[in-house]
């Protein structure tokens, strides 16, 4: 009973990969169609080996990118203190957001501490903005739970809600696989909570 247990569980998690993969595929093989008034630039880990966490820096390069190429006006970071560092996220990416060139308006939600909280406490940042269209900027294998996370939270009816997917892959190999399981069990959570 066990064996089959384990081989259905690895089963699952692989189609669940899957499904992310292809996803996040389609969105980087799509980008957004129509121009909005922000970016939502979810958090991640700050800093990674003392440096700047290349998959936080690849989000807030592909919504620097968006506003350069005059598609979003307004750039909204979203992350709280980091355990790991006891950096605030949002600090850290307006900063790289600076130091990449961009010299636009910036609004920062610093209290959030998962994707979901991303979307709850960055929603009235928009509203008082007067944000009607937002596009919503993570890394591919993070976009299927958050638009899952978008649509049953109601983010997705209180905005024009587009995804884009940051262009670099950021991780090596083995952080990759780690980071691949983590978001398995991500989106089993979230299912399991019925954040969905």
């Known amino acids: 009973m066990g ?17 992310v993969t292809r ?9 957004p169609a129509q121009d909005a008034d922000a970016a939502l630039v979810l958090g991640n880990r700050a800093f990674l080996d003392g440096a700047p966490n ?23 970071m ?8 006891g950096r605030i996220e949002a600090e850290a990416m307006e900063g790289l957001a600076r130091a990449a060139g961009y010299t636009g308006p910036v609004l920062r939600e610093s209290a959030s501490q998962s994707t979901r909280e991303n979307l709850r406490l960055s929603r009235p940042l928009l509203e008082a903005a007067g ?13 299927w739970r958050t638009r899952q996370l978008a649509r ?14 940051a262009l670099a892959p ?5 952080r990759a696989a780690r980071a691949s399981l983590r978001e398995v069990a ?11």
């Open 54 to 76: 290349p998959c936080l820096a690849s989000r807030v390069d592909a919504a620097v990118a968006l506003a350069q190429a005059g598609r979003v006006k307004l750039l909204v």
């Open 131 to 143: 944000v009607r269209r937002v596009i919503v900027v993570t890394e591919p294998s993070h976009l």
């Open 3 to 19: 064996l089959v247990l384990a081989v259905l569980g690895l089963v699952s998690g692989g189609a669940i990969h899957v499904m």
């Open 186 to 196: 991500a989106v089993v959570n979230n299912a399991l909570r019925g954040d969905y």
């Open 23 to 31: 996803h996040g595929a389609h969105v980087l093989a799509n980008p």
């Open 78 to 85: 979203s992350g709280g203190v980091d355990h790991e560092d």
């Open 170 to 174: 950021c991780r090596r190999w083995d």
């Open 152 to 165: 049953g939270s109601g983010f997705e009816s209180a905005f024009d809600v587009q995804y884009a997917a």
